[in-house]
């Protein structure tokens, strides 16, 4: 219970630009500014580029439309547009050297090769609903980094055991722990995320969970009648408005 306050009031201190934070035996507890940051910017391009295809979702299912010209390029350019609106920086402001700008770097260039890659599916004609999704766009994209960055760092999109779809997917002890402990207490403030550095020596990582919540256009296919199925053949998981859907789950290095 001590522990679980020191780290809430730490966060804090972090988000509001307090230094590194350190716990009465002076052992860090939770990570640096730099590396809140970092997992906050990585967040904000992942979601960027998720609200992309999102926007493109009517044109991407449309059977009567061959191209699209939805291109890695024309996808990643919007993405930075939206990731600028959502987090007030420039992408080339950013030292493309440092640990953050080649783990964003390493993001972007998984964003183009994920769409590059889908070409033909996306292009296809006759077939209105192909499948290419917001959530499997992500996924596939955490997958192409964590091939770009291997040891460095790790993103996924996760979700409360009993919602989550994709087995590759499914929360681990970390996240579990995250998000019953926190997430779904009723004093955890809404949308505000959890950092933790865990493990040892080489196992060390800032460990950062950013919560997702449903909204009205989640509920097509999440939401009720709970069961049955929806476009992707997915049973509907009958969550309503507002419920915590996922988690965006980061590992980094400490820095
Ligand atoms: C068209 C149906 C559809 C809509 C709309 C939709 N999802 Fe999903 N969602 C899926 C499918 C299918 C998967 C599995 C994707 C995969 O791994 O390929 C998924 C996966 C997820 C995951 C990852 C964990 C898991 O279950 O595998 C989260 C989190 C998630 N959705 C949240 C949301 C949220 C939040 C929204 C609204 C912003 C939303 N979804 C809108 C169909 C949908």
């Known amino acids: 219970m001590e522990?679980?306050?020191?780290?809430?009031i730490f966060l804090a201190l972090a988000a509001t630009g307090g230094g590194a934070a350190f716990s009465a035996t002076n052992a860090p507890v939770v990570q640096t500014d730099a590396d809140l940051t970092t997992a906050r910017l990585l967040a904000a391009m992942l979601q960027s580029a998720r609200g992309?295809?999102?926007?493109?979702?009517d044109e991407i299912n449309d059977p009567a439309r061959g191209d699209k010209h939805l291109t890695g390029d024309v996808v990643l350019k919007e993405a930075t547009a939206r990731f600028q609106t959502q987090t007030g920086t420039d992408i080339s402001t950013i030292d493309p050297t440092s640990y953050a700008g080649r783990l964003l770097h390493a993001q972007m260039d998984s964003?183009?090769?994920v769409m590059d890659a889908n070409q033909a599916t996306i292009n296809q004609e006759g077939i209105g609903f192909k499948g290419f999704i917001p959530a499997t766009f992500a996924r596939l994209v955490n997958e192409a980094f964590e091939r770009r960055v291997g040891n460095e760092a790790r993103i996924k999109v996760t979700a409360p055991p009993q919602l989550?779809?994709?087995?590759?997917?499914?929360?681990?002890?970390?996240?579990?722990?995250?998000?019953?402990g926190r997430f779904e207490t009723k004093d955890w403030p809404k949308g505000e995320l959890f950092a933790e550095v865990t493990g040892e020596g080489a196992d060390r990582r800032v460990r950062v969970a950013v919560p997702e919540y449903y909204s009205q256009s989640c509920l097509s296919c999440h939401g009720a009648p709970q069961g049955e199925l929806d476009i992707t053949g997915y049973p509907r998981e009958g969550a309503a408005l507002g419920d915590l859907g996922g988690v965006i789950s980061i590992q980094l290095l400490p820095q």
Not at 52 to 57: D, E, F, K, M, P
Not at 166 to 180: F, M
């Open 3 to 8: 522990r679980l306050r020191f780290a809430a």
């Open 164 to 180: 989550v779809r994709n087995r590759q997917s499914r929360p681990d002890a970390w996240e579990i722990a995250t998000i019953d």
């Open 111 to 113: 964003i183009v090769e």
């Open 52 to 57: 992309v295809i999102s926007s493109h979702q």
